[in-house]
């Protein structure tokens, strides 16, 4: 099993980045939808239409979002941490997954890059 790590800065507040993780109509303006998903601890979630699917497992407010992540056929969920911190006006976000089995963690990593986080800072920078 893999982790993988990554590190970005959102040109938006905190406020807006927290908001596009957790509001199903921003989720599905950025392009994760269709999106369920709520900022409630213990609520499943799925996104694009359940390709992605599992459980909000803690949640603090405009700071940190932790879930459990299943994709495809996976037989436990990789643990998947955001860490939102202001910078600013700016937001930086941690981000840390946990449990990727090994023959996915390349198309999981290079994932977050160009359907999660890519499509998100490009929509929220547009509209911030």
Partial sequence: ????????????????????????????????GPAKMSDKKDVKFALWGGEI????????????????????KWKEPSIVTFVLTKKG???????VQRNVPDEEAKDVDEGWDDYYFGPMKEYLEKTS
């Fill in 53 to 72: 699917y599992g459980k909000n497992i803690e949640i603090v407010k405009n700071t940190k979002l932790v879930q459990n992540w299943y994709g495809g």
């Fill in 89 to 95: 006006k700016d937001t930086v976000l941690d981000f």
């Fill in 1 to 32: 099993m893999n982790i993988i790590g990554k590190k970005y800065l959102f040109k938006a507040p905190v406020e807006k980045v927290w908001r596009s993780l957790v509001d199903p109509k921003i989720i599905n303006k950025w392009g994760g």
